[in-house]
C-alpha cells in the first residue's frame, strides 16, 4: 500500500496479558522499524527488520517482548505478560533504505493501555 | 550511546512570533533529520542535512546542521498556528543508528 498501516489504533490489557500489534509497511520497502513513544514526546527504537530478518534488535526487551516479519503477513509486535509501564504508543515505520539513509515513512501508531 | 538533547522541551508562543529549536549532541553524526508529529499522527519527514554547515529552507522554517556535525537548530518565522506540533530531531550515528531527540512541543497561539 501506499501508507504504512497500524492495527488496532487502541488496545487495552490488563497486567499480565498478552498484546500483539501489527503493521502492514509501504509496498516495496526493504525495512521495518518499530518504537515505542512514552509520555507524548520520546521516541525509543525497538527493533528492525530487513524484510523478514531481524537488522537490530538492541532496543528490544528480551525478556517479554518478541517481533516477526514474515513473508506476505504484516509484521508483529508481541508483548506477552503486558505490564503497566508498557503502556505507551507503539509506531511502525518503513524505509527502502535503512536508518538514517533515507526517510522513514511512519504509521498512525498503536496506543496501548495496561490497566 | 549517543544522545540527542533538544531545547526548549516546550514552547508556547503567539501567532507571529520567531522561535528556534535546538539539538545538541557531544557525539558526530554523519547526518540528521528533522520530523514533526502532530497529535494522534506518526511523525513526519521535513528535512534531512548532511554536511557540516550546511542550511536548508522549507518556507518559513530553516534548517542548520552544526559545522561540527554535532548539533542542529530549526529556527520558524512569523509563526503560524499550523505550526503546532512536536518536533524531533533524530541523527544518524555509529553502525547507521538513528536516535531520536526529546522532541520540543510547540503550541502557536491565534
Known amino acids: 500500500g501506499e501508507e504504512v498501516a497500524q492495527t488496532p489504533k487502541h488496545l487495552v490489557r490488563g497486567e499480565g496479558q498478552k498484546a500483539k500489534l501489527y503493521c502492514a509497511p509501504i509496498?516495496?520497502?526493504?525495512?521495518v522499524f518499530w518504537y515505542q513513544q512514552v509520555l507524548k514526546n520520546e521516541f525509543k527504537f525497538l527493533i528492525s527488520f530487513q524484510n523478514e530478518n531481524v537488522f537490530d534488535e538492541t532496543g528490544m526487551p528480551k525478556e517479554r517482548f518478541s517481533a516477526k516479519c514474515l513473508p506476505n503477513s504484516p509484521c508483529s509486535l508481541e508483548i506477552q505478560a503486558t505490564k503497566l509501564e508498557d503502556s505507551a504508543v507503539y509506531f511502525c515505520?518503513?524505509?527502502?533504505f535503512g536508518q538514517g539513509i533515507g526517510e522513514l515513512f511512519f504509521g498512525e501508531g498503536s496506543r496501548l493501555t495496561v490497566l | 550511546t549517543q544522545l540527542l538533547k533538544q531545547s526548549p522541551q516546550f514552547l508556547s508562543i503567539q501567532e507571529g512570533e520567531n522561535l528556534t529549536v535546538y539539538c545538541n549532541s557531544s557525539?558526530?553524526?554523519?547526518?540528521l533529520q528533522w520530523y514533526r508529529q502532530e497529535p494522534g499522527e506518526g511523525p513526519v519527514l521535513l528535512v534531512t542535512v548532511v554536511t557540516g554547515g550546511e542550511v536548508k529552507k522549507l518556507k518559513r522554517l530553516t534548517f542548520q546542521f552544526g559545522d561540527a556535525r554535532k548539533d542542529s537548530s530549526l529556527h520558524i518565522t512569523a509563526a503560524q498556528p499550523g505550526d503546532t506540533g512536536l518536533y524531533l530531531c533524530?541523527?544518524?550515528?555509529?553502525?547507521?543508528?538513528?536516535?531520536f531527540g526529546g522532541g520540543t512541543r510547540l503550541m502557536v497561539k491565534p
Open positions: 509496498k516495496g520497502h526493504s525495512y
Open positions: 533524530a541523527g544518524t550515528g555509529s553502525g547507521n543508528m538513528l536516535t
Open positions: 557525539s558526530v553524526f554523519s547526518s
Open positions: 515505520a518503513s524505509s527502502q
